[in-house]
């Protein structure tokens, strides 16, 4: 690995450590309402003119998510989770936008910190950092879809070194590294010393696996139903 990769895989870990942080998630300041709002600013930017199905950013959300490569409807199901598509929320820990993205990852990809407040440019860094997350993951490809989602859903929110410690005590004992639900059961013994103090693992600790599988399954579950909603508008 090029030593430019290893920097980047230690950015993406404390990065998405850092927005795994239960105090960060506790402290946000979000509200129901703005789901279904946006502010005069961003309806100035935005080319908007019909109805929107999911929310107000569902054209942004489909331009970026294809030029991405990634699945609007997942991004906006990420988008509630984090933010309930409060455009303007920053965390505690500095976490941005709708996608709540922290600075290094602006950096990352040449975006200046005053820019991660735009609702297309915060959108298009959590597409950049979801297709990073997979690539860095390696994941078989015949690997059901499901459980690459939540495995990659897992990595935003708990750290994708976490992750990658379970997937490597998955493997070691024989299990499938691929499956949500046995990388989950590892990410859960993390917590325990006999676990965490193995020379398999190398990120340490874990105690966050019940805060992750959350939302895992929140995600999980409103990516179904808007794919549903979608569906019923055909």
């Given at each position: ?17 850092f ?10 300041a ?28 569902d054209?942004?959300?489909r331009?970026?998510?294809e030029?991405e ?5 997942l991004?906006?199901?990420i ?6 598509f ?8 500095g ?6 993205v922290?600075?290094i ?11 991660l ?19 860095m993951?390696?994941l078989?490809?015949?690997t059901?879809?499901n459980?690459r ?8 929110n ?13 493997r070691?004992?024989g299990?499938?590294?691929n499956?949500?639900?046995v990388?989950?059961r ?14 398999l693992v ?13 939302y895992?399954?929140?995600?999980m579950?409103?990516?179904d ?10």
């Amino acid at each position: 690995m090029s030593k430019k990769a290893v920097v980047f895989s230690i950015v993406l870990f404390v990065l998405i450590t850092f927005m795994a942080s239960d105090a960060c998630r506790q402290d946000m300041a979000v509200s129901a309402a703005a789901a279904n709002r946006m502010t005069a600013a961003d309806a100035a930017d935005s080319s908007t003119t019909q109805e929107y199905l999911i929310s107000a950013y569902d054209d942004v959300m489909r331009r970026v998510g294809e030029e991405e490569g990634q699945d609007w409807l997942l991004m906006s199901a990420i988008a509630y989770s984090e933010s309930r598509f409060e455009s303007d929320l920053v965390s505690k820990q500095g976490a941005v936008g709708l996608m709540q993205v922290m600075p290094i990852v602006g950096k990352q990809f040449n975006v200046a910190k005053e820019h991660l407040m735009d609702p297309e440019t915060n959108i298009r860094l959590a597409g950049k950092l979801l297709n990073e997350i997979d690539d860095m993951l390696k994941l078989s490809p015949a690997t059901p879809v499901n459980d690459r989602l939540s495995i990659i859903l897992a990595c935003y929110n708990g750290g994708i070194g976490h992750v990658s410690d379970a997937r490597r005590l998955a493997r070691n004992n024989g299990e499938d590294p691929n499956s949500w639900e046995v990388v989950a059961r590892y990410l859960d013994m993390k917590a325990d010393p006999e676990v965490y103090e193995s020379e398999l693992v190398r990120y340490g600790k874990f105690t966050g696996s019940r805060q992750t599988k959350s939302y895992v399954q929140e995600v999980m579950q409103r990516y179904d139903t808007y794919r549903r909603m979608v569906a019923d508008r055909s």
